[in-house]
């Protein structure tokens, strides 16, 4: 889910979900209410990872997706808890 269709659904949740209203005026003032609210505590985005520990995990992810299906299934198998050696 992108970060704009988060805030959309917190918006749902949080402003539109049980009002009732009785004009597309009042509609709009609470979705300018909430905006006012969500504005008022925004904060940066932080990167938690280097660009080098992100690049590390999608080769490794790429990598695995280009792996032949059998292996991969054989290796989910062998990993799984309840799987007992044959």
Do not use: C
């Not at 979900?17 to 009785?22: L, N, P, Q, V, Y």
């Not at 938690?48 to 999608?58: D, F, N, P, Y």
């Amino acid at each position: 889910m992108n970060m704009v269709e988060s805030w959309l659904g917190h918006l749902q949740r949080k402003a539109l979900a049980r009002g009732s209203f009785r004009s597309v005026a009042e509609l709009r003032a609470a979705i300018n209410d909430y905006v006012e609210v969500s504005n008022g505590r925004a904060k940066p985005w932080i990167w938690t990872k280097s660009a080098g520990e992100i690049l590390r995990k999608v080769r490794k992810i790429r990598a695995r997706l280009q792996a032949p299906l059998a292996d991969r299934l054989e290796s989910r198998i062998i990993g799984h808890p309840l799987a007992t050696p044959h």
